[in-house]
């Protein structure tokens, strides 16, 4: 073969391959922003459906190895559990934003006079005292002062509310597709390890068992300890009739998250209540935030039992990044997509780990037992 036949078929070889690899490009492009919009709502209800799934094995048993009837028992309860409260606590916050609102644009919000207990608060008792009896007589001079600051928090107030219908539907889109992903979980369960087979050679299933008990131990330990404490914590802001009851809720939420203690925000609420309150009602909601706040010292054993490891650090980047870009939904997804990311980059650099990092986790969407098939 000559030297020019050679270089010819160099290049028709390079030419080709460019081709190849930019039509392969392009679909891969074209499919991707296909499927963005929906990115997130399916990586959650990747995460929710791999966190349910053993209840799933657990109520089937009790009914027989009936695994629709489990599925939509469980897709039900977790919407009622979603819906109930969200409309309460997004009625509360769009109710207030409304009032607070159109009170500063057409001059008609009044403040009620602080109580004199509020004089009486250590540090700031004095300041917020003489700032609240401002805006109570002359809220026009209090306006001047902190119009500004005020503007800013009412314009982020009006943005929360208006951005809450749109999470709850992708929530509750995420928990049907979870229900979806159940009836399916034997296979989706196989194409995780050939998957992990596929990427990683003789260790992909093992990174495909460490992924899944990464996730459901960040979805219970995590996600499923700051749910929980955000309704305890919303009962009782409702019970209080506390305004703004759900940004203060939302906001427990994302402290919950990210490993903060709720107090941090019930603290303040529990001197409003008090200056506010009777006494009886008041020491109530006191040892109820503070019992809401310390949850997580018993919630999380329970829920997460040894479980896998996961610096808060990683959690707190995660669930903080996710917000920014994906909304209050990409808090939950940001908190569990970066400690995956990061279990699974540290079982790469110790692959002999892979097994103690998992814990005592079982595979993804492994089912032992198998599935009966329904009449």
Not at 233 to 252: E, F, Q, R, Y
Request: proline share 5%; charged share 10%.
């Amino acid at each position: 073969m000559t030297t020019e036949s050679t270089s010819d078929n160099f290049v028709k070889n390079a030419v080709e391959a460019v081709i190849k690899i930019a039509a392969l490009a392009l679909i891969v492009s074209w499919c991707y922003m296909i499927v963005y919009p929906f990115m997130m709502i399916v990586l959650w209800a990747m995460i929710i459906a791999i966190a349910v799934y053993p209840i799933n094995c657990w109520l089937r048993g009790k009914l027989g190895g009936r695994n629709k009837l489990s599925i939509a028992l469980i897709t039900l309860l977790g919407l009622a559990i979603l819906l109930i409260p969200s409309i309460m606590l997004s009625a509360s916050l769009v109710e207030s934003a409304q009032v607070l609102s159109t009170g500063l644009k057409e001059g008609t919000l009044k403040v009620p006079p602080p109580s004199d207990k509020v004089a009486t608060w250590p540090l700031i008792g004095e300041s917020v005292h003489q700032y609240w009896q401002l805006a109570s007589v002359n809220l026009e001079e209090f306006l001047a002062k902190v119009g500004p600051q005020l503007k800013g928090f009412v314009n982020w107030l009006l943005q929360t509310a208006a951005g809450t219908a749109g999470g709850i539907l992708q929530f509750v889109l995420s928990i049907i597709i979870a229900g979806v992903f159940m009836a399916n979980a034997t296979g989706g369960h196989g194409f995780a390890k050939a998957l992990g087979t596929r990427l990683a050679g003789k260790h992909g299933e093992d990174f495909a068992d460490l992924a899944g008990a990464t996730i459901r131990s960040v979805a219970q330990g995590v996600l499923g300890v700051a749910f929980i404490q955000t309704l305890a914590a919303a009962a009782g802001l409702i019970v209080m009739d506390v305004p703004g009851a759900g940004l203060w809720a939302l906001l427990v939420l994302l402290l919950a998250i990210i490993q903060l203690p709720p107090l941090l925000i019930l603290g303040p609420i529990i001197v409003y209540v008090f200056s506010v309150a009777d006494t009886v009602p008041a020491v109530i909601f006191m040892i109820w935030s503070l019992i809401v706040s310390g949850s997580d010292a018993f919630l999380k054993p329970l829920l997460l039992g040894r479980g896998v490891k996961i610096p808060m650090l990683v959690i707190l980047i995660g669930a903080i990044g996710g917000m920014v870009v994906s909304g209050i939904i990409g808090l939950f997804v940001g908190a569990v997509v970066l400690a995956l990311g990061y279990k699974l980059f540290m079982a790469w650099l110790y692959p002999e780990k892979i097994a103690e990092m998992a814990g005592e986790d079982v595979p993804v969407l492994e089912d032992k037992a198998a599935v009966k098939s329904e009449s």
